[in-house]
């Protein structure tokens, strides 16, 4: 196989030669900065990896929620990154490829891709919803960390888009490429990166790729995949990684990877999918086929652990919810939304309305905005009396399974054919 990349320079300089990706980089990159820049919308679910947006309040309605460009693309189900400067989102191309791109976050323009050889089909049942590049990636202010379908993990200078290094795990590990493809969306945390990949829970250097510990080890099946994505939390003074697996929610040790407890949780043929939430101790959990659930992290020092606190027949699947003023806000399975105390367990209201298979939720205070899979984008009230619809908006005729990306009043989605850019003026 015959891969390379290039950079180029304005029009007098160009360097190629052969590696594992294929780079191109536009004369945008002599104005762009991003080395070290802060990211803005860095990873799953945000700055804190919460759906929590900070900055000013946002408005009331959807009225001066006015298009700035969109860029044509082939499908995706990964979320876009925001940073000061640029727009990173992944693509898949022909059955063949995986492709990623940055452009410009003022403008829409390509400032460079980067692109492998990675497709891979999954079960014939989830093949109506595609079969395309599904975890978001993560970015540092240097370097951008992707999850290619067939259990790759490659880490990318956000500069240049040349490839740093790539972790193959299904060669290293010698374990089978999940069925749903590498899904969960990496997470960093200083010097290391945590995935699901390899049928563990691994932790890798950031700088090198090297792995430095795997836990949660399975055997590994054809039709496996980790769907939800890792969370650092601190409770009583101790930091663990929230962890939910196929069958159950863990507690890990970031430092040595040793498993402080586990809990299992009932899911359909392993369909546990969203993101764990926590506030406080109280962890909010829900499994496709299963139930609405709160575990109370053991506060104690030295007696790791879970209790339950209660248990709700609501039923969640794919969307991870918010939590705002003790609230969970959680798109069911059936396309309704609901509101329960994450104290009590407590239904505090349910629409009548159905809405699409799928939401992607944030939260910028007492307001939510959610984006969902049919195209369209609901303003509402985050409140515990009603469900308050402020305003809903079209913004797209294809559909939008990536979660929403918002930085101020700069929102960027993905599409399944294309990126698009909004600014709430």
Same mark, same amino acid.
């Given at each position: 196989?015959?891969?390379?990349?290039?950079?180029?320079?304005?029009?007098?300089?160009?360097?190629?030669?052969?590696?594992?990706?294929?780079?191109?980089?536009?004369?945008?990159?002599?104005?762009?900065?991003?080395?070290?820049?802060?990211?803005?919308?860095?990873?799953?679910?945000?700055?804190?990896?919460?759906?929590?947006?900070?900055?000013?309040?946002?408005?009331?309605?959807?009225?001066?929620?006015?298009?700035?460009?969109?860029?044509?693309?082939?499908?995706?189900?990964?979320?876009?990154?925001?940073?000061?400067?640029?727009?990173?989102?992944?693509?898949?191309?022909?059955?063949?490829?995986?492709?990623?791109?940055?452009?410009?976050? !003022?403008? #829409? @323009?390509? /400032? &460079?891709? *980067?692109?492998? +050889?990675?497709?891979?089909?999954?079960?014939?049942?989830?093949?109506?919803?595609?079969?395309?590049?599904?975890?978001?990636?993560?970015?540092?202010?240097?370097?951008?960390?992707?999850?290619?379908?067939?259990?790759?993990?490659?880490?990318?200078?956000?500069?240049?888009?040349?490839?740093?290094?790539?972790?193959?795990?299904?060669?290293?590990?010698?374990?089978?490429?999940?069925?749903?493809?590498?899904?969960?969306?990496?997470?960093?945390?200083?010097?290391?990166?945590?995935?699901?990949?390899?049928?563990?829970?691994?932790?890798?250097?950031? !700088?090198? #790729? @090297?792995? /430095? &510990?795997? *836990?949660?080890? +399975?055997?590994?099946?054809?039709?496996?995949?980790?769907?939800?994505?890792?969370?650092?939390?601190?409770?009583?003074?101790?930091?663990?990684?929230?962890?939910?697996?196929?069958?159950?929610?863990?507690?890990?040790?970031?430092?040595?990877?040793?498993?402080?407890?586990?809990?299992?949780?009932?899911?359909?043929?392993?369909?546990?999918?969203?993101?764990?939430?926590?506030?406080?101790?109280?962890?909010?959990?829900?499994?496709?086929?299963?139930?609405?659930?709160?575990?109370?992290?053991?506060?104690?020092?030295?007696?790791?652990?879970?209790?339950?606190?209660?248990?709700?027949?609501?039923?969640?699947?794919?969307?991870?919810?918010?939590?705002?003023?003790?609230?969970?806000?959680?798109?069911?399975?059936?396309?309704?939304?609901?509101?329960?105390?994450?104290?009590?367990?407590?239904?505090?209201?349910?629409?009548?309305?159905?809405?699409?298979?799928?939401?992607?939720?944030?939260?910028?205070?007492?307001?939510?905005?959610?984006?969902?899979?049919?195209?369209?984008?609901?303003?509402?009230?985050?409140?515990?009396?009603?469900?308050?619809?402020?305003?809903?908006?079209?913004?797209?005729?294809?559909?939008?399974?990536?979660?929403?990306?918002?930085?101020?009043?700069?929102?960027?989605?993905?599409?399944?054919?294309?990126?698009?850019?909004?600014?709430?003026?």
């Amino acid at each position: 196989m015959k891969v390379f990349y290039q950079i180029s320079w304005g029009r007098g300089f160009s360097w190629a030669r052969g590696c594992g990706v294929s780079v191109r980089v536009a004369a945008l990159f002599l104005g762009w900065s991003g080395g070290g820049a802060r990211a803005e919308w860095p990873q799953w679910r945000g700055p804190e990896r919460t759906g929590e947006v900070k900055g000013a309040p946002w408005p009331g309605d959807l009225a001066k929620l006015e298009a700035a460009w969109e860029v044509p693309l082939g499908p995706s189900y990964s979320g876009p990154i925001i940073s000061k400067r640029l727009v990173f989102t992944t693509e898949s191309v022909d059955k063949r490829l995986e492709r990623v791109h940055a452009v410009d976050r !003022a403008t #829409g @323009k390509s /400032v &460079w891709t *980067a692109e492998w +050889e990675g497709h891979q089909g999954v079960p014939f049942f989830a093949a109506r919803n595609g079969d395309w590049i599904r975890s978001t990636p993560a970015w540092d202010g240097k370097d951008l960390f992707v999850a290619g379908m067939r259990d790759v993990l490659v880490s990318l200078d956000g500069a240049t888009g040349k490839e740093n290094w790539r972790v193959d795990f299904v060669a290293q590990f010698k374990k089978p490429a999940p069925g749903f493809g590498f899904v969960c969306s990496p997470l960093l945390d200083g010097e290391f990166i945590y995935v699901q990949a390899g049928a563990a829970l691994c932790k890798l250097e950031k !700088a090198s #790729g @090297k792995v /430095v &510990w795997r *836990a949660l080890e +399975e055997k590994g099946a054809a039709m496996d995949s980790a769907f939800s994505s890792p969370f650092l939390t601190t409770v009583n003074g101790q930091r663990q990684l929230l962890v939910q697996t196929r069958e159950k929610l863990c507690g890990v040790d970031p430092s040595t990877g040793t498993v402080l407890w586990s809990q299992v949780i009932k899911a359909f043929r392993g369909m546990n999918i969203q993101t764990p939430v926590i506030q406080g101790n109280r962890i909010f959990t829900t499994a496709y086929q299963g139930l609405s659930q709160g575990w109370d992290l053991s506060t104690s020092a030295g007696s790791p652990g879970v209790a339950l606190a209660w248990e709700e027949k609501a039923e969640g699947y794919m969307s991870t919810p918010v939590v705002v003023g003790g609230k969970v806000f959680l798109h069911l399975r059936n396309k309704k939304f609901t509101c329960l105390d994450l104290a009590t367990g407590k239904e505090a209201w349910t629409t009548e309305r159905k809405f699409g298979e799928y939401w992607s939720l944030v939260n910028q205070g007492d307001k939510l905005l959610a984006l969902d899979q049919n195209g369209s984008l609901y303003l509402i009230q985050a409140d515990s009396a009603a469900f308050k619809l402020l305003a809903e908006k079209k913004i797209s005729e294809s559909e939008t399974w990536a979660h929403v990306a918002v930085d101020g009043d700069f929102i960027a989605i993905r599409a399944l054919d294309k990126l698009l850019a909004f600014r709430w003026r």
